[in-house]
C-alpha cells in the first residue's frame, strides 16, 4: 500500500470535539444499520451499484435529453458538467486528504453488503457528490427536472450508509461538494435564468384569449409537429397552417392578410422571413422555436410553447431593432447576424457537400476547404485602402459573454450593430479562434470591434456572398448596414 493511503496512521494528541462528532458519526450508522426499511434490502444496493462511475447519471441524461426539449438538453448538459467537476475534485483531492479507513461490516446484514467492496479511503463519498452534483445542476437550469431527478440522487446517497461503504458524514461531505462543483459550473458557464433579457420597451399587443386572431406557420421541414400540437392544445382558436420550407414565404403573406397577430414556428431563417412580412403588414410577431438554431427567440426569452401562450393570452410583449442591408438592388433584415467572409463560404461549401456525404463530415470537409483557401475570401476598402479581411460580422445588438459561455444579447432594443472583423494575414484558423475568444475587445492583432448604428461597406465586389441569419445570398456591390430601432413588437412574457 502506497503511503498516501495508509490507513493506520493513529491520530496524535486529544481531540475531544473530533472523537465526539466520530463517536456520533458511528452511532448514526450503526442505527442505521439496524433498521429494516421495507423494500430497501432489494432496491438501495442495485441502485448503489447502478451510480458506479456515473453509469446511473449518464442514463438520465440520456432521459432528459430525449425529451426533445432546449431547457432539458441543457439541464442534462450542467448535470454532467457538474458531476465531472465534483468526481475530479474527490478523486485528485478529497480522498487524499483525509484519509479515513472504510466502516467495519460486522453490523450490516449480509444480504445488503456489496458484492464488490470499494478498496478507496471513506471520505468523502464519490457517490454522493456525483449525486449532488448532478442532481443541483440539473435543478439550477431547470427546477421541474431537478425536482424529478433529486429523488433518486438523494436514495443514491442514503444507499452508501445503508449498504454499508460509509458514514454518514462522509455521504454529508460528498454532497456538499457536489453541489459546490454545480454552483462553481454555475458561475463559469451562467444558467439561462440569469441572463434574461429587460423587458423594455414594453409594447401595447393585443391580448388573445385561447389564442383567437393568432395564424401560426409552421415549417415542417424543422420538425415542429410536436410544437403545433401542443400550440393547438393551449390556443384552441388559433389558426395554424403547417407547410414545406419552400412554401412558407407564400404561407406567410396569405396569413398577414387575415391575422391580428402573425406566428411562425421554425429556425431562425424562418423567423427572418416572418420579421420581413410582420414589418410589411404592421403586425406584431409571435415567434416559436422549432428547428436547429433558435438564437432570436432564446435571447428574446421564449423556449416553448408554454411561454409563448402565457404571453398572447396576456398581451405581454416588447419592441425590439431589426438590422436592415442594402447592396444595389438587394434588400433584407436581419434579427441575430450579418456576415461576409469565411462564414458564407463555408455554409455554401456545406451546402455542396452534405447531400453527398451528410451534415456534419461536410460541416468538416466545408471548414478544412475554406480555412486552407490560399485567398481571402472577402476585401474591403478601411481608411482609403484596400485590405483583406477574413471574416466581417454585424450583430442586431451588442453580444455579451459571461464566463465561458458563448456570446449572448441581454438587450435586443440596445440601437447598436455590434461590428467584429477578423483581418487578413496567416493561419486563419488561429485568428479566427483568437477573434473568438477575444469577445468585444476593440483592440487585437487580428481582431477589431466596434458598436454603431449604421455602417457601409465600400469596395465590396459584386457577386460576394454574404450571410444574414443563416441563409446565403451575393452582394451587388457595396453594402449599408443600419438599425430600425424597436420596429418589430413581438411577444414574449414580462416579469410579474
Known sequence: MSPDLDLTVPTPGPRPVRNGFLRLDHRLFEAVAARHWPGGDQVLPRLSRSANHGVLWFAAAAGLAASRTPRARRAATRGLASLTLASLTINTLGKRTVRRPRPVLDPVPLVRQLKRQPITTSFPSGHAASAAAFATGVALESPAWGAAVAPLAAAVAVSRVYTGVHFPSDVLAGAALGAGAAFAVRGLVPTRAQLVPPARPRAELPALPEGDGLVMVANTGSGTADRVRALC??????????????????????????????????????????????????????????????????????????????????????????????????EGVFLNTFSLGVYPELVRERERWSPRIGGWPAGVLAAVRVLRADRHPLEARVGGRRRPLWMLFAGNGTYHRMGLAPGRRLDLADGQLDVRVVHGGRRPALRLLSAALAGPLTRSPAHAAVQVGRLRLTGIAPGTLLAYDGEITETEGDVTLEKLPQALPVYRPLPS
Do not use: I, M, Q, W
Not at 397552417?241 to 406567410?252: D, I, S, Y
Not at 433558435?294 to 409563448?308: I, K, S
Open 233 to 330: 392544445d393551449a390556443l384552441p382558436r388559433a389558426e395554424v397552417v403547417e407547410c414545406e420550407p419552400a412554401e412558407v414565404p407564400a404561407e406567410l403573406e396569405k396569413a398577414a392578410g387575415r391575422a391580428r397577430v402573425l406566428g411562425v414556428c421554425g429556425g431562425d431563417g424562418t423567423v427572418n422571413t416572418a420579421a420581413g412580412v410582420a414589418l410589411r403588414h404592421r403586425l406584431p410577431l409571435a415567434v416559436l422555436p422549432g428547428g436547429t438554431l433558435n438564437h432570436f427567440a432564446y435571447d428574446l426569452g421564449v423556449e416553448d410553447v408554454r411561454t409563448l401562450c402565457r404571453a398572447l393570452e396576456r398581451g405581454e410583449g416588447v419592441r425590439v431593432d431589426v438590422g436592415r442591408f442594402v447592396s444595389g438592388g438587394l
